[in-house]
């Protein structure tokens, strides 16, 4: 190879600034062959062999595994498409660093024991569709084989959580909270219990979605008015207390019925059972996990409003 520049081992490592034991091993795995041997059987390369050189190592160093390295030099696939490639595996290795990270802090700042550091890693490890699955099955049981408002309940089902791939300490753990409170059967028996007391009432031939709407459309004004009373400091079985009763309690007229202590009874039942806290805590939960805006609590002035109808009773 007279005329032509050559290198030892030694002298590739020296300008690349690469171990030779490192030099050694790629030409052994054939991604660097020699050009040429000394009569002594010491491996030569030219400037071709350490332009290649220079390519594993940037190859390598951006992580690529050493077959695919392989099939860049013999041209059996290109860069840009292993290149896409990879950022797909860097792209999902981020998302789960990121979690991981989300967990360390939210442990850190719950000082959470071993057992909750488990049951947070593994449901933030879920993936969006393991996640949006999760949500689904709960719905699916609490209203399977009922006959209810299926616009509404269509409609409950259809907001999912949405687990940004960076979470905030509070989304982490707004999302294992929000994991937990699906999968817990005190929590599905009340919500389908509800189901199906509108689907008993739907049974009965009774009018629930005329019902149903001029309850929605009358809550907010009840509402107001009890956290008005709240803040104040008056009690549901004062004056303002028996006023809201009386005018809740011409829901009667919706539904068919007659304003009775019976009706007003049967009427506070179904708005306790939608007053539960953790009824209201499951979509506080969705909206910090999702970053939507703060939903307020109302179940104080719920609660107020239910004592309201029963203290009206006696």
Known sequence: MQGVSVFTIGELARRTGLPVKTIRFYSDEGLLPPTDRTHAGYRLYD??????????????ELGIGLADVDKVLARAESISALASKHVEVLDEQIRVLRLRRA???????????????????????????????????????????????????AHMRSAKPELPDDPSPEQLEAWVEFA????????????????????ERRARGEDIDTFSQAQKDAWCGWSERAQAALDAGLPPDGDEGRALADDIAQLSHAEGESDTPEYRAK????????????????????????????????????????????????
């Open 103 to 153: 967990v360390l802090r939210a442990v850190a700042k719950r000082r959470s024991e071993l057992d909750e550091v488990q049951l947070m890693n593994r449901l933030a490890s879920m993936s969006d569709e393991e996640r949006k699955r999760l949500v689904d099955e709960f719905w699916h049981e609490v209203t399977e084989g009922l006959d209810v408002d299926s616009e509404f309940y």
């Open 180 to 199: 937990e409170l699906v999968q817990d059967a005190d929590f599905r028996a009340l919500i389908r219990g509800m189901g199906e007391q509108q689907a």
């Open 267 to 314: 009427l506070a039942e179904q708005l306790a059972a939608g007053a539960d806290p953790r009824g209201e805590r499951y979509w506080q939960l969705m909206a910090i996990i999702n970053g939507w805006p703060p939903i307020p609590s109302q179940n104080a002035a719920a609660q107020w409003i239910v004592a309201a109808l029963r203290a009206s009773i006696a």
């Open 47 to 60: 400037a071709k062999a350490l332009a290649r050189l220079e390519l594993v190592r940037t190859l390598r």
